[in-house]
């Protein structure tokens, strides 16, 4: 099975602790308990979800979600919270183009580029 399959509702349930604002607006189940659709905020980006039964292969970070953060306060949670179980792709720290950054895999196989604002 894929590396979200059954696993999309636990997967929004960890983003909603990570990012703030975040708000689940509908998550539709099937009769099986799999997410059929769901709908959430991150930040004020909106997202979908469902669960799959069907084999796909494993995300690339060619495709990556991209959070500016606040406060150093929340990318540090953000990528602390993110990496746990997953991968490291790029140490957050100071890079010439950004004063704050880091580039992590979640356990989910999602791939997101955490970035502190001005």
Known sequence: MGILSGRAEEAIRLYMSVFSPAEIEQIVH????????ATFLLKGQRLMAIDNHVEHHEFTPAMSLCVTCDTEEEI???????????????????????????????????????????
């Open 30 to 37: 099937q009769e099986n308990g799999m997410v059929l659709h």
């Open 76 to 118: 540090d949670c953000a990528f602390e919270q993110l990496s746990q179980s997953g991968k490291v792709l790029m140490p957050l720290g100071a890079y010439p183009f950004c004063k704050k950054f880091a580039w992590v895999e979640d356990r989910y196989g999602v791939s997101w580029q955490l970035s502190l604002g001005n």
